[in-house]
């Protein structure tokens, strides 16, 4: 570590000052866009997609993560460039905006060009920082657009002049770094950001895991549903898998560890749970984000079809955690955390508030989900500031002040940090699309997808899924979302399917991503907490994220599921929740101490839960319901019996 990222000297005071000086005007010109949308989108996109990069620059200064294996002098100088370069580019965007639409568009001039490719690269640097795969995966792409006539057979092209590679990837709106997805990520994904850095800036993530803590200390059977319960509040505002392993794990896997579960389970239970972080709304993972560009429908089309599943992915994932516990004996343990005060239960209301809030602006008053969230902002924002200064003037007097200030300092820094890093993440992302789109890969590798599935849907399915998942070994769920939703989906919904089936099928895809072997990221994270073995974490992990695979399944075998919200929806959800019940039970209980009559048993009930799964008459899924509520029965008499047995009567006092 060296003097600049270091609190206290002089450097760190300068870059951490012009950071957050930065930071307030970049939220100021953000939620001015918010309350008035200015200008549109375009131009939006055209002025601060530059700035998010100064952000980026600054914040990776002051931790000492911009170039560590460089002199600090050179860091400095290099970042001074950069962000010379960025303001420059975004005052001649803003000042130019009117002329490069209209006047140059497909015609500009040599400064145009300069400035425009200088923004691309730059944002191909940030991606081999930050995302290295992705930058590989980026540069082939651009040298196969400009050198087809190499490439034999069908994937051969002529060629694109270098020219076209730098206008489309930056100075075209509809492509590049400035185009729908960064103008996403600014947008509706960045009014959302202001709800998570209200909640995470004054403690609200804080008093969710310390009520989780507290439902542990309850009960001795309630210790390993604290990361499924703890995961599923912080899931609903979170809509990331790995930051949800940072938050809840840390304190969940020492606590089952402790208790008596082995390091790979422990890691597992909360590898599975934080997993639905990308699942669980109102604020799901960015991929549904994703979703609701592609198919040009309201978020809340996204989210009102989202429940449903999320609901049916935490009861399987908090089963097979049940049934774990029983199987390791992990019943005990103490999860040490303080009594719940006033202010955690003032943070849990805010918790509350966003979830209700957000659902009732969306699905009641049918405001557009970024004026939902901005609303949503500022209830729960105005309702913390007041408490928080309340609290902090009866203990500290005017002192109390610097807690509230502190507390607006962290509100800021989350919400410029994601905001910037999913900017510029999907900028990466959109050249990605661009160079897919201008070389024509989309059709032909659809065309290799029809010619090897026929006419066979199923066959089309998994050839889909072996896609999806090929690209989630190198790639993280946004990207894996777009290059199904580019290649596969297209010729899916030729073939007759619904287009929300596919993107959901897609979305759950990418979802899969982030655990498929072997760079799962989120058990990464959670077998490093442990100091367990990475692949037995993710093996166990995957055991019990087999809803997930259901859920990939039910798309197609009860497309209810995601069609339409209502009674239709509600009763798919049942079906597939019996399903997901039936074949969890298969997977991890126990019926018989005799191996033979076990396993037979539990294909069985894994036969009538296919049955509820995949029948198309639901007539017959629904009586299938019955054997497998029956199997259920019986291991719930059957583990009664067992812990009876267990129960050693103590021995009567001697005459």
Not at 22 to 36: G, P
């Amino acid at each position: 570590m060296t003097n600049a990222s270091v609190p206290g000297t002089r450097a760190y005071a300068v870059i951490n000052t012009l950071y957050y000086l930065l930071s307030a005007a970049f939220f100021a010109y953000l939620f001015n866009y918010y309350i008035t949308t200015a200008g549109g989108e375009v131009l939006l996109a055209f002025v601060l997609v530059p700035i998010t990069y100064v952000i980026y620059t600054l914040d990776a200064l002051r931790k000492w993560d911009f170039y560590p294996r460089l002199l600090p002098i050179l860091n400095y100088l290099i970042a001074a460039v950069y962000s010379i370069l960025c303001f420059t580019i975004s005052v001649y965007m803003f000042v130019e905006f009117e002329e490069l639409g209209t006047v140059r568009a497909g015609f500009w001039n040599p400064t145009d060009m300069w400035l425009g490719g200088a923004m691309f690269i730059l944002v191909m640097e940030f991606a081999r920082k930050r995302y290295f795969v992705l930058f590989v995966f980026n540069i082939i792409l651009i040298l196969y657009a400009v050198y087809g006539w190499i490439v034999p057979g069908m994937f051969y092209h002529p060629g694109l002049e270098w020219e076209r590679i730098i206008t489309s990837m930056s100075l075209e709106d509809t492509t590049g770094v400035f185009s729908g997805l960064p103008q996403l990520a600014l947008t509706l994904i960045g009014s959302f950001v202001l709800v998570l850095a209200v909640l995470r800036a004054f403690g609200c993530i804080d008093s969710i895991l310390k009520a989780t803590g507290q439902i542990a200390n309850k009960s001795p059977y309630a210790l390993p549903q604290t990361a499924v319960v703890g995961s599923f509040a912080v899931a609903a505002v979170s809509g990331s898998g790995a930051a949800n392993a940072v938050t809840t794990g840390s304190a969940t896997i020492p606590a089952l560890i402790s208790a008596g579960m082995p390091r790979e389970d422990a890691a597992s239970v909360e590898t599975a749970s934080s997993l639905g972080g990308q699942l669980m709304p109102p604020i799901m993972g960015l991929s549904a984000f994703l979703m609701a560009e592609f198919m040009e429908r309201s978020y809340f089309d996204v989210v009102a079809r989202g429940y449903a599943p999320a609901l049916i992915y935490f009861v399987g994932v908090g089963l097979g955690v049940y049934l774990l516990s029983i199987r390791t004996r992990t019943m005990g343990g103490k999860v040490h955390v303080e009594p719940l005060n006033w202010t955690d239960w003032i943070n849990i209301s805010a918790f509350l508030m966003v979830v209700v809030g957000l659902i009732l602006f969306m699905a009641v008053a049918f405001l557009p989900p970024m004026f939902a969230a901005r609303y949503t902002f500022l209830a729960v924002g105005s309702m913390m500031i007041v408490h928080t200064l309340a609290v902090a003037l009866r203990e500290f007097g005017l002192r109390g002040l610097s807690v509230l200030w502190k507390s607006l300092l962290r509100f800021l820094d989350h919400f410029t940090t994601m905001t910037s890093e999913l900017t510029l993440l999907l900028a990466t992302l959109a050249i990605l699309t661009s160079a897919f789109v201008n070389t024509g890969v989309p059709p032909k590798v659809g065309y290799l997808l029809v010619e090897v599935a026929s006419v066979n849907l199923v066959l089309m399915v998994l050839v889909a899924f072996a896609f999806g998942a090929l690209l989630g070994m190198g790639l993280p769920p946004a990207p894996t979302y777009i290059l199904v939703a580019l290649v596969i989906v297209p010729h899916m919904v030729n073939a007759g399917i619904d287009p929300w089936v596919v993107h959901f099928f897609a979305f759950f895809l990418a979802v899969w991503g982030e655990l498929t072997p072997p760079t799962s990221v989120v058990a990464a994270v959670t077998s490093k907490i442990a100091d367990a073995s990475f692949l037995g974490t993710l093996w166990r992990s995957i055991i019990l994220c087999s809803s997930l695979f259901v859920l990939m399944a039910a798309v197609f075998s009860r497309p209810g599921l995601v069609l339409e919200p209502g009674l239709t929806q509600f009763g798919m959800m049942l079906l597939v929740l019996v399903a997901t019940i039936g074949l969890t039970f298969s997977f991890q209980a126990r019926f018989s101490p005799y191996r033979t009559t076990d396993i037979f048993l539990r294909l069985l009930l894994a036969g009538f839960s296919f049955l509820v799964l995949f029948h198309q008459n639901l007539w017959v899924a629904s009586m299938a319901c019955i054997p497998v509520a029956g199997f259920t029965l019986y291991w719930i008499k059957v583990r009664k019996k067992s812990i009876e047995a267990s129960i050693v009567p103590a021995t009567e006092p001697a005459a």
